[in-house]
């Protein structure tokens, strides 16, 4: 499941590198005032870094909690591992 959210990341942002690619294109082709593509390219990045913040946050918030599951774990067989020898 890790390997899946880092490559739905990868690919999130490789797709708004696209669009921005898309948008720097137009503004070659004079289609449209550079002030207004611009203005659409930080929504863009803006919007990316909103994203890549949030998600992010939540694999923290999901990895520590992971971190003091397998703590704890690795304490109780620590716990089973001195009373085992402790009966020898």
Known sequence: MRTDIYIELYLWNKNVDSLIRVL???????????????????????????????????????????EERFEQLDAVRSENATDKNHLH
Request: net charge negative; charged share 25%; aromatic share 2%.
């Open 24 to 66: 720097q294109r137009i503004e070659l082709l004079g289609i449209s005032p550079k002030q207004l593509l611009q203005m659409h390219q930080t929504r863009l990045d803006e919007l990316r870094s909103a994203f890549n913040a949030d998600l992010l946050e939540a694999l923290l918030t999901q990895e520590q909690a992971n």
